[in-house]
């Protein structure tokens, strides 16, 4: 095997990332399997728990939320346009299911740090240039892209029917940028993913040349 493959990883490497990755699977997988048994009612909601919260830009004279529902905080601040907490003390099983859809996706985390996991396991094998890296990188490209648009959509359209069912309004709004739109920093991360998927590609090039040759 050419030198130029080499690369220095030392078993303390890989034994510290593993078990980083290990523990964040840990913890996005418990978090994913509480959203999922929080939707039934087996588990309470929980008043001031962040999971039944919704904040929201509402106009001022927005109508008065049902009696299950109550804003939390200054519920309106000077201006057109005010931010309100809307707490759902006794959500229905809907509710619930679209209080924490945006989570479940948020679970497409595991899917890139299963993939990352067996990109560093063959970076302790001292050859990450094998074909079986390009599908990896391909996959955690692609699902980078795709959570850094759906996740965020699934937020708005989630948050549009919540603020509907506890106030009686209409309304979707759809932005870019800023904590609650669609992120175009993690879009980047994901163009710049594909980058890596395609220099990996053909870094594995010269070695199925070579192979062919033999």
Same mark, same amino acid.
């Given at each position: 095997?050419?030198?130029?493959?080499r690369l220095?990883w030392?078993r303390?490497?890989n034994l510290?990332?593993h078990g980083?990755?290990?523990?964040?699977i840990?913890?996005t997988?418990l978090?994913?399997?509480?959203a999922?048994?929080w939707?039934?009612p087996l588990l309470p909601a929980?008043?001031g728990m962040?999971v039944n919260t919704?904040?929201?830009?509402?106009p001022?004279?927005?109508?008065?939320?049902?009696?299950?529902?109550?804003?939390?905080?200054?519920?309106?601040?000077?201006?057109p346009?005010?931010?309100?907490?809307?707490?759902f003390h006794?959500p229905t099983t809907?509710?619930?299911? +679209?209080?924490?859809?945006p989570a479940? =996706?948020? *679970? #497409?985390a !595991?899917v890139v740090m299963?993939m990352?996991?067996r990109?560093? /396991?063959s970076?302790?094998?001292?050859?990450p240039?094998v074909?079986?890296n390009?599908?990896?990188v391909?996959a955690?490209?692609?699902?980078?892209?795709?959570?850094?648009?759906l996740?965020p959509?699934a937020?708005m359209?989630c948050?549009?029917?919540?603020?509907?069912?506890?106030?009686?309004t209409?309304?979707?709004t759809?932005?870019?940028g800023g904590?609650?739109g669609?992120? +175009?920093?993690h879009?980047f991360?994901g =163009?710049? *993913? #594909?980058? !890596?998927?395609e220099v990996?590609r053909?870094g594995t090039?010269? /070695?199925?040349?070579v192979?062919?040759?033999?």
């Amino acid at each position: 095997m050419s030198r130029w493959y080499r690369l220095r990883w030392s078993r303390v490497d890989n034994l510290i990332v593993h078990g980083a990755l290990v523990l964040g699977i840990t913890v996005t997988g418990l978090t994913g399997l509480y959203a999922l048994v929080w939707i039934t009612p087996l588990l309470p909601a929980g008043e001031g728990m962040p999971v039944n919260t919704v904040t929201s830009r509402l106009p001022q004279d927005a109508p008065e939320p049902r009696v299950d529902v109550a804003t939390t905080g200054a519920a309106y601040e000077a201006g057109p346009v005010g931010l309100v907490r809307l707490t759902f003390h006794d959500p229905t099983t809907l509710e619930r299911f +679209l209080l924490v859809f945006p989570a479940l =996706l948020g *679970l #497409a985390a !595991l899917v890139v740090m299963a993939m990352v996991s067996r990109v560093i /396991r063959s970076l302790g094998q001292g050859d990450p240039f094998v074909p079986a890296n390009v599908r990896r990188v391909s996959a955690i490209a692609f699902t980078v892209l795709a959570a850094s648009v759906l996740v965020p959509l699934a937020r708005m359209a989630c948050d549009g029917v919540l603020r509907s069912r506890a106030l009686g309004t209409e309304d979707f709004t759809f932005t870019v940028g800023g904590p609650d739109g669609v992120s +175009l920093t993690h879009v980047f991360a994901g =163009l710049v *993913l #594909a980058a !890596l998927a395609e220099v990996f590609r053909r870094g594995t090039r010269p /070695r199925e040349d070579v192979r062919g040759l033999v």
